[in-house]
Every structure is written in C-alpha cells, then in structure tokens.
C-alpha cells in the first residue's frame, strides 16, 4: 500500500518505460507484505473456523454456560419431525441453515457442526492441527505487521501516503458518488476512501484482532492480566475476536469487487510488479500525477 516518493526514484523507476502513464506505485517491501498478510489471515481465517467448531457459540461477559443467558451468537443441529436440521441463531432469532451451518456433509452423510469441513483447515475434526496453524501465521501476521508500523514511521509513508488530509475530507462526498457510479481516477495518490479503509484495517481490526487474541490465551494471564479485564472477560474477547474476523472478510470482499471494478489487471500488475497505469494527463498538465 506504499507508494514511492515522487524525490526519490528507485532502481525500478529508474528503468521505467517511456510510457508516461505507467509509474512505480507499490515497493518491493509493501508488495511483500500485502502477500504475507493475505496468506496469513487466510489460513486463519479457515484454522480459525476449525477453533470456532469446538465450541460454536459466542457470549458476552466473563463466563458462559447452562446458568447464563449471554448467548449472543450460536450454530448447531437439533432434531425435527422431517428429520435433523442445522440452525444459526443470532440475538436469540433462529434461523435454518442446514446442508451449510450446523449440519452439513455429502448427502447421506451428513454430520453435526459449526461451519462445514470445506471452509476450515483441516476440513476434517482436528483441534490441535488448527490451532498450530492459526497461531504460526498469527504471529507471521504480528510480526510483519509491527515491522512495517515502524517502518513506514521513519520513512514518512504513514504521513505522506495514508494519513488524510484535510483536502482527502473535502473530497469524501465526491469519492463516494464517484465509488457508487463505479467512477474510478487511477492515479498516483490513494483516495480518501482508499486511506480509511486501509486505515481502518491497518489501525484498528488488525491491532484489534491481535489484542483479542492474546486476551484469549490463558499463558497470556499472566503477562497481560489486565487484559481480559479491559475486554470484560475471555468471552466478550472471543465475540469481538468473530466479529473482527467478519468485518476482514467484508473489507475483502469490497476490496475484490473494487479490484475488479478500477480493472483487475492493472490492479494486479500494481501489487505483484509494482507498476501501475494512471489516467492520462489533464489538458495542459505536463506530469500524470494528478491528485485523485
């Protein structure tokens, strides 16, 4: 998400073609990291959901059980006069979910559980397994994240590229008409919408997710104590933990359809070479980096 200053040419830049629509957009350092973290919370994403089956239901408070109405989310079978049938239940509304939540399999073989063997690692009934992979990539996704918060620190990347400005805000209502007539400006400068989100991911699901997850982590009591009090309780971590992870999945797919909207294949030629194709200069504008 980085873009190269406009004082400093690199290497690639330096070899760029005479096009002068095609600039360097994306670092070699920022590609990287988007990578690691789209592997990374993608199979914490699926080892999560395998974690989430052990106990498909999520509270709000300090504990939970048969003596306690905190149950504000919940996935499970129950038995019928037509037979067994999955439910979800959010807030108390129960909703039929069979053949995807709650029961689910191929016909004939279906069995009780939260989400089905085809969205968690592994697909098949194994805890332990889902739990090493969660918490390898969580902390690869930890790692990488802590790293690129300094670095873009020192090299000014958070000042300069997605921070917005008072400028980014006057030009909210029009980025936003613009988003919804599918009206994209490709150029240099991520737009104001552009900084929010990826603001909003960088700066608060993210560190939110990480936080939570520690909240969890009994070995974690006693090196964070006040943690589990400053998100009232295991079990309130746990639902802010889901609801974090829903959120990603939502800020994914708009991403997607984004992508696919502004052109996939410049999009992606910006985030795997670094390379990307801005609007042609305006009449009478000699450079083609135009402020979205």
Not at 20 to 25: D, E, K, N, P, S
Not at 42 to 57: D, E, T, V, W, Y
């Amino acid at each position: 998400m980085e873009t190269v200053a406009r004082s400093q040419p690199t290497v690639e830049a330096d070899a760029a073609p005479k096009d002068a629509t095609l600039i360097y957009r994306q670092s070699s350092w920022t590609r990287l990291t988007h990578w690691l973290w789209a592997i990374s919370l993608f199979f914490m994403l699926l080892s999560g959901l395998q974690i989430f089956n052990a106990r498909p239901q999520l509270y709000i408070g300090k504990e939970s059980g048969f003596d306690y109405n905190n149950t504000v989310f919940a996935i499970g079978a129950e038995n019928t006069a037509t037979g067994t049938r999955g439910y979800t239940e959010i807030f108390g509304k129960r909703f039929d979910t069979t053949g995807v939540l709650g029961w689910s399999g191929p016909a004939g073989q279906e069995t009780s559980r939260g989400f089905p063997s085809w969205a968690t690692i592994p697909s098949y009934y194994d805890l332990g397994t889902a739990r090493v992979v969660h918490f390898f990539f969580a902390w690869i996704l930890s790692t990488t994240l802590l790293v690129w918060l300094v670095a873009s620190l020192i090299n000014g990347h958070l000042r300069r590229d997605l921070a917005p400005r008072i400028d980014d805000l006057k030009r909210l209502p029009r980025d936003i008409v613009d988003h919804a007539k599918l009206k994209f400006h490709h150029t240099r400068e991520y737009n104001t919408l552009q900084k929010m989100a990826y603001g909003g991911v960088l700066f608060v699901l993210l560190p939110l997710m990480i936080i939570t997850g520690l909240a969890m982590s009994p070995s974690m009591n006693s090196v964070l104590p006040f943690l589990n009090d400053l998100l009232a309780g295991r079990q309130t971590a746990r639902t802010i933990h889901f609801a974090v992870m829903v959120l990603l999945v939502g800020f994914f797919i708009i991403h997607m359809l984004m992508i696919l909207a502004a052109g996939p294949i410049n999009e992606l030629r910006s985030i795997i070479t670094g390379w990307y194709r801005t609007d042609p200069p305006a009449h009478g504008d000699n450079t083609s980096e135009r402020s979205a």
